[in-house]
């Protein structure tokens, strides 16, 4: 059977063959039977903006893998640098390329100090650390002027390097200054995840040891939230990257689109969600209130999953061990007995409607101590490598600068009238 679709303008009759490569058709051939007809998607439902040989996600049958590794036993064996690097350059790394890599981040871990001083102090006191860093990310720019030059490989790596390393320190120094707190330094003997931790919560101590079940869970969180593929903040950052914007101003366009509760800000929607609901009592007049259309259920829902987010189930699984730390957040069995609820509820049912990735990373972050404004902090320290990933595949792919069509339903010409005359 050819691999082909026929696609016939019956206002002239003219035909054409498209080929379906890798499941797609291109739009060009299209084109070429109608010019001047375009495609309307909304949300683009069902646009492939970009072939990717980064993340392979299948939404139907519940499968995310990273350059072909699955993500459960990613999570189970890999660490989230060794993460960082399958992302970026395609393969897992072997030991010599690993040490490298390690040592690269730990020692770019600093910040200029006027980044610290004179910027992140310049903040009201109680500005979201969303806001922070999304800002701190662009400033950066303005440190790294050669970042401009997008075209040399050996300057990219520079620049990639330096937004893995220094997330974390300007992340933990927003939420320091937040709270009136001297600024740690980071520590080079420490892990990644452990360094941030370290960042947060050292007080006095001559050096911070956190816990390793919580360093661990931590480290598993980020390379959950890695990468998924075409989101909304890895498209900001294609499509910001498709001016030839340097990879820092990509970066915090894509912190933005990240920091919507439809998106990564759905972590911290959730735990509102659950104080709000605050007992079993209230469990099913809110879900009946959902399905009048007053609301929706955070940390349910995907575009792409429909069936249950694969990351969802290791995420529940560390939840038990960072439990058995931290002690059972309160307010766990009423997100299980609402994703009992919802699961055997048709509405629900019949749209696929699942807990995805935010249902319970929110209650894990908030029984290791962070505050709910922190948690899109921390899934945008995960999400860094898979943009920059994606960024820096779109500009070796040669992308066009990203432009897409409207359909105008606007009014029709018109005369101008006089402000006296109107
Ligand atoms: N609660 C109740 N109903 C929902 C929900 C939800 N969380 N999500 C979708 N629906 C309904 C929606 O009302 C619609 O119903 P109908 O067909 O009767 O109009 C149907 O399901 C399809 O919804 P949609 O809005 O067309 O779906 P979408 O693909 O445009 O939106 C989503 C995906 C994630 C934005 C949405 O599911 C949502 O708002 N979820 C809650 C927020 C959330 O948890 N976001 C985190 C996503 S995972 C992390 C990430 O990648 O950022």
Known sequence: MPETVTITDNRTGESVDVPIENGGIPMSAIQKLMP????????????????????????????LRYRGYPIEQLAEHSTFLEVCYLLLFGELPNTEQMDAWVHDITYHTFVHENMRKR??????????????????????????????????????????????????????????????????????????????????WKVAEPQYKPDPVLARALDILLILHADHEQNCSTTTMRVVGSSHADPYSAAAAATGALYGPRHGGANEAVIHMLEEIGSYDNIEPFVESVKAGEGRLMGFGHR????????????????????????????????????????????FKSRNLYPNVDFYTGLIYQSMGFPLDMFTVLFTIGRMPGWLAHWQESLEQGQRISRPRQIYTGVDVRDYVPLDAR
Do not use: C
């Open 36 to 63: 001047g007809t375009w495609v309307l998607d909304p949300g683009f439902g069902g646009t492939a903006s970009t072939e990717s040989a980064i993340t392979d996600l299948d939404g139907i049958n519940g499968i």
């Open 119 to 200: 910027f992140m102090e310049g903040f009201h006191h109680d500005a979201h650390p969303m806001g922070m860093l999304m800002s701190a990310i662009a400033a950066l720019s303005t440190f790294y002027p050669e970042a401009k030059d997008i075209d040399d490989p050996a300057n990219r790596y520079k620049q990639i390097n330096r937004l893995i390393s220094k997330g974390p320190t300007i992340a933990a120094m927003a939420y320091r200054a937040s709270l009136g707190m001297p600024f740690n330094y980071p520590d080079n003997d420490l892990t990644y995840a452990e360094n941030f931790l370290s960042m947060m």
């Open 304 to 347: 792409v999953y429909k069936a249950y987010d694969p990351r969802a189930r290791i995420v529940k699984e560390q939840a038990d061990r960072v439990f058995e730390v931290t002690g059972k957040s309160p307010l766990l069995d009423i997100a299980l007995k609402l994703e009992e609820i919802a699961l055997s509820d048709d509405y």
